[in-house]
Nanobody, 123 residues
Framework: HVQLVESGGGSVQTGGSLRLSCAVS????????MGWFRQAPGKEREGVAT???????YYSDSVKGRFTIDRDNEKNTVTLRVDNLQLDDTATYYC??????????????????WGQGTQVTVS
């Protein structure tokens, strides 16, 4: 059972930046797809960025060029750097994980493990 704990959310002004972090109970250098998803009030959850064990990344069109997903295998953390934040980025951001065996590490896949979320508010 993989445990995920997010941190780093907060309130920022338009154009600001945040660094979201996800502490992972498993070795992040292992065979796991890692991802960041978000859900705004009244909207469906959407994929933001995912990272395959190979290092391949996927980004939604709305965040491409502004968000960066990365992992630190020494600390077993996955981070999401969010720059040039816009009002539409306001949401609860969730970290997710799934074994990469027979699984496509993209934004549309159904990840199995989820964190509790961290709130990002842009004003």
């Amino acid at each position: 059972h993989v445990q995920l704990v997010e941190s780093g959310g907060g309130s920022v002004q338009t154009g600001g930046s945040l660094r979201l972090s996800c502490a992972v109970s498993e070795d992040t250098s292992g065979p796991y797809c890692m991802g960041w998803f978000r859900q705004a009030p009244g909207k469906e959850r959407e994929g933001v960025a995912t990272l395959a064990p190979s290092g391949k990344t996927y980004y939604s069109d709305s965040v491409k060029g502004r968000f960066t997903i990365d992992r630190d295998n020494e600390k077993n953390t996955v981070t999401l750097r969010v720059d040039n934040l816009q009002l539409d980025d306001t949401a609860t951001y969730y970290c997710a994980a799934h074994l990469s065996v027979a699984f496509k590490c993209d934004l549309g896949s159904q990840y199995h493990y989820w964190g509790q979320g961290t709130q990002v508010t842009v004003s």
